[in-house]
C-alpha cells in the first residue's frame, strides 16, 4: 500500500502561482511514476502532469508552459509549481502515484483561481 499526502491549495488571483507537494509513504519504494490529475465541477477527471523516477516530466498541452513538476529531494516526494495561473485552472488535484501495477490516489487539494 501507498499512502499520499498532498498539500500546497489555495485561493490566488488569476496570474499569480501556487506550488503542491505531494509525499509518498508506505510501500513507497516500489513507486515507478508520480503525477497530477485535477477534477473541475461538472467535469471528467484529468491527466495533468507526470514523472518517473528517472525521465522527464509530461504535461497536458495547456498547462505546459506554465507548469513544472519536479522531484523532491526526500524520495517519493513531488511538486508541481504552477504559474501564471488561470480561472481554468480551477479544480480539486489530486496526486497519483503508480506502484506494483496499481494507481494511487490522494484525497485531493483545492485551487481556485480567481478572475
Known amino acids: 500500500q501507498v499512502q499520499l499526502v498532498e498539500s500546497g491549495g489555495g485561493l490566488v488571483q488569476a496570474g499569480g502561482s501556487l506550488r503542491l507537494s505531494c509525499a509518498a509513504s508506505?510501500?513507497?519504494?516500489?513507486?515507478?511514476?508520480m503525477g497530477w490529475y485535477r477534477q473541475s465541477p461538472g467535469k471528467q477527471r484529468e491527466w495533468v502532469a507526470s514523472i518517473t523516477q528517472t525521465g522527464p516530466a509530461h504535461y497536458k498541452d495547456s498547462v505546459q508552459a506554465r507548469f513544472t513538476l519536479s522531484r523532491g529531494n526526500a524520495k517519493n516526494t513531488v511538486y508541481l509549481q504552477m504559474n501564471n495561473l488561470k480561472p481554468e485552472d480551477t479544480a480539486v488535484y489530486y496526486c497519483?502515484?503508480?506502484?506494483?501495477?496499481?494507481?494511487?490516489w490522494g484525497q485531493g487539494t483545492q485551487v481556485t483561481v480567481s478572475s
Open positions: 497519483i502515484a503508480d506502484a506494483d501495477e496499481r494507481r494511487y
Open positions: 508506505g510501500s513507497s519504494s516500489s513507486i515507478s511514476a
